[in-house]
């Protein structure tokens, strides 16, 4: 089941990077992005909606005021830039608090908690140490666990997601390496346009390849300093951490 989501907010940019946010999350639903609290009344009125991304400071009617008009069972995400506002916001009962510029891993990182508890999901934090994400495959939402994943392919707007056990079939989900990458714990890099390897699944490094199990992954020049790694036909994967571009 997919939360379905309106975004309001006066500032044209901000209310389209948290559209798009929307959009790109496989268990979240765009229903409407509005530029004011009046204007969304009417879908508010006919639709039942389960997270409302809101700002603050706007015309007319204010997100705080409009917060409180609200039912229980639609959670409030304030997007603002004055964090000023914080403890107010939870007195309205706020799920969350997010200060713009927004980036995607702390938006995934709260609503990704708000659709494990809606999915009675155990949640171990909101922070870059959670132990899982939330993947659409297969018609359903499907819950992994990082240290499961030995490396993720790109594939036009999909993703082929591969695992240790290598008996295991990979997973292809509708995303895009961008959020993926961003959303992923520090022991995953990028090392190709089209690929992004978790450091502790790589068995070893033969010149331009990572090799995990059967598997042989090209590594970019615009990911990984080539010229380093040539000196050695075969590093560990600490070596590799120290020569992975960090631009």
Not at 18 to 40: M, P, R
Not at 109 to 132: C, G, I, Q
Not at 163 to 185: G, H, T, V, Y
Not at 225 to 246: H, Q, R, W
Request: glycine share 4%.
């Amino acid at each position: 089941m997919k939360l379905k989501c309106v975004a309001i907010d006066d500032e044209p940019l901000a209310l389209t990077l948290i559209e798009n946010y929307i959009k790109q999350t496989a268990f979240l639903e765009f229903v409407g992005g509005f530029n004011s609290a009046v204007e969304s009344l009417s879908v508010m009125q006919k639709e039942k909606i389960d997270i409302v991304f809101l700002d603050i400071q706007m015309p007319g009617l204010n997100g705080m005021e409009f917060a409180k008009s609200l039912n229980e069972d639609t959670k409030i995400i304030f997007i603002t830039a004055f964090d000023q506002y914080a403890i107010e916001g939870y007195k309205v009962k706020t799920y969350d608090y997010l200060l713009k510029p927004v980036s995607y891993k702390d938006f995934y990182s709260t609503v990704s908690k708000l659709f494990a508890e809606r999915e009675n999901h155990s949640v171990v934090s909101t922070d870059t140490s959670d132990e899982f994400l939330f993947v659409k495959a297969e018609g359903k939402f499907i819950k992994l666990r990082f240290a499961d994943i030995s490396y993720i392919e790109g594939v036009k707007d999909y993703v082929n997601i591969h695992f240790k056990d290598q008996s295991r079939m990979p997973l292809l989900s509708l995303n895009r390496m961008k959020n993926m990458e961003a959303i992923l714990p520090s022991s995953f890099f990028r090392i190709h346009k089209s690929f992004i390897v978790n450091v502790e699944a790589i068995d070893y490094i033969e010149r331009s390849h990572v090799i995990i199990g059967r598997d042989r992954i090209p590594m970019g020049n615009k990911y990984v300093d080539m010229k380093a790694l040539s000196v050695e036909k075969v590093i560990s994967p600490d070596k590799l951490l120290l020569n992975l571009k960090t631009e």
